[in-house]
């Protein structure tokens, strides 16, 4: 869903930075071959994910939530040349086809990719971290958050994706079995109040929250 009217938000895309065309090509892939290739970040949101990432020029990077890796390789862009990426995904179906990708980028080498849960797969990693992005089940929200929070390096970042969810953060009531709306509001406010970040929350697309670790 986009919160602006479609011809802004064609203006918005066409005066941003051109889609890679590695990326292009992923992109199409993911839209031949993949279910849900709604999931994909896309071209703007992939290009605000990759601005961020070379404005802080991050060491370690993790993402909770790989998909087919196209948010990754945004990621990746603003890495130091020492830096790693740890990406988790649940759907083992999908590791040969993020990888194929990674390979491609040149980024291949600082790309770990984890199949698992990530709850189960985070406290085995042995890394403080200066850029998260969580894009997975939106039940897991708040837990993904306090799984890592105590790993962030002072000033890290965490980027939330679909923090606005269509707009249902707005419903005061859900359908017995959306869990996911009542869990983003949850999340959202753990943001709002959490002492330990400070957070602004930007309407791109589905919403994109920005947390800095203080």
Sequence with gaps: MNFLPE???SYVVTHSQNEPELLQELNRETYQKILQPRMLSGHFQGRVLSMISKLLNPKNILEIGT??????????????SSGEIHTIDINEELFDFQRKYFDKSGFGNQII???????????????????????????NYVNYFHAIIDNMNPGGIILSDNVLWSGKVLDTEFKKEDTSTPALIEYNKLLKEDDRVETVML??????????KL
């Design 7 to 9: 011809d802004i938000d």
């Design 67 to 80: 998909y087919t890796g196209y948010s990754a390789l945004c990621l990746a862009e603003g890495i130091q």
């Design 113 to 139: 990719q984890h199949t698992g849960n990530a709850l189960d797969i985070i406290p085995k990693l042995d890394k403080n971290f200066d850029l998260v992005f969580i894009d997975a089940d939106k039940e």
């Design 203 to 212: 309407p791109i697309r589905d919403g994109l929250t920005i947390s800095r």
